[in-house]
């Protein structure tokens, strides 16, 4: 069993995985994330972005392949190492907003932490830290159902960075945003990402959200792909292949 590089914080090698229904998710999927580094990995929907994340992470464990995390082999961990692991090391960000209805917003927020048994006082504040950033610091007593779907999601970023991550996934994190509030809680992201050393793993169809990262990785039916940009023809070279097919 071959050890990750020294400079990758995650390293999958041909990851595999079915779905229940039988339809392929991942077909032999390599790749390297270094420490610090913001990664997207985009395609249309369908494609494994999600399957990949939830594999890296150990939220779901491969059916083939290996992924380690600092050199440490998740693909060998039983559930409750994969949980803690979660827990302890990993932030994640959901496509859609899900919080505890029974908690306010901050409680919600600082959720995570109070999980790791961080004092009640200390979650406060760091959950309140994050909310002030993402401009719901106003909300911090409301209850869920009293948001909407915008600032419900906001809160969700805030949850996984009050936490501080080694390494933060998220899952098309924008995509219940509206256009300004997407650019705000993306700036958020990756700004917090880079003062804090934390690797961003990002999934996403939108090329504008996947511009924001470091490099990209592109994913076809749960397989890498090389995206290959044709230069522009020129006028003249149109026009001259026009004159030579009449």
Partial sequence: MEAPPDNDVLWARALHFTHHDGSPGLG?????????EILAVSGPRGSGKSTLLACLSGLVPAQRGE????????HTMGPVARERL????????????????ELNVWENAALP????GTGRRRAKTAALEW???LDIGDCSRSRPRELTQAQRQRVC???????????????????????????????????????????????THDAETAALADRTVSLLDGRRVNTVHLPPVAETEGRAACSLSV
């Fill in 28 to 36: 032999g999927v390599s790749l390297g994330v270094r420490e610090g």
């Fill in 67 to 74: 992924v380690w995390f600092n050199s440490v082999p998740v």
């Fill in 86 to 101: 979660r827990r302890d090391r990993f932030g994640w960000i959901d496509p859609r907003p899900t919080l505890v209805p």
């Fill in 113 to 116: 932490l109070m999980l790791r």
């Fill in 131 to 133: 909310l002030e950033r």
């Fill in 157 to 203: 970023v805030a949850r996984a960075l009050a936490t501080a991550p080694t390494v933060l996934f998220a899952d098309e994190p924008t995509a219940p945003l509206h256009r300004a509030d997407r650019a705000h809680v993306l700036r958020t992201l990756t700004t917090a990402a880079r003062s804090h050393g934390i690797t961003v793993v990002l999934a």
